[in-house]
């Protein structure tokens, strides 16, 4: 089992920036991809952005350049660096990661949440 724990939300004004953190628990799992999503009320989860083990990163085209993702493996860690927020950026955020079993077999695995809201 993997265990992700959010960190950084908050309420910021339109322009400002926040730092998500998101740590998962030390265990036997291997952590492969860690990844962002966002709800925002009366809409579907979307995507936010992605990193593989590998530091490949891949972006929603609504945040590219402003949004950057990054990971520390070493503390099993995967942050979201969000400058230029705005409003339409408001949204719970979570965390994601595919884990590898020691038998070999991926699971996916998701945190509790963080609110962000970005006021005009």
């Known amino acids: 089992q993997v265990q992700l724990v959010e960190s950084g939300g908050g309420l910021v004004q339109a322009g400002g920036s926040l730092t998500l953190s998101c740590a998962a628990s030390?265990?036997?799992?291997?952590?492969?991809?860690m990844g962002w999503y966002r709800q925002a009320p009366g809409k579907q989860r979307e995507l936010v952005a992605i990193?593989?083990?590998?530091?490949?990163?891949n972006y929603a085209d609504s945040v590219k350049g402003r949004f950057t993702i990054s990971r520390d493996n070493a503390k099993e860690t995967v942050y979201l660096l969000m400058n230029s927020l705005k409003p339409e950026d408001t949204a719970v955020y979570y965390c994601?990661?595919?884990?590898?079993?020691?038998?070999?077999?991926?699971?996916?695995?998701w945190g509790q949440g963080t609110q962000v809201t970005v006021s005009s």
């Open positions: 994601k990661t595919i884990a590898r079993s020691p038998y070999g077999l991926t699971f996916q695995y």
């Open positions: 030390r265990s036997t799992f291997s952590i492969n991809t």
């Open positions: 990193i593989s083990s590998s530091n490949t990163t």
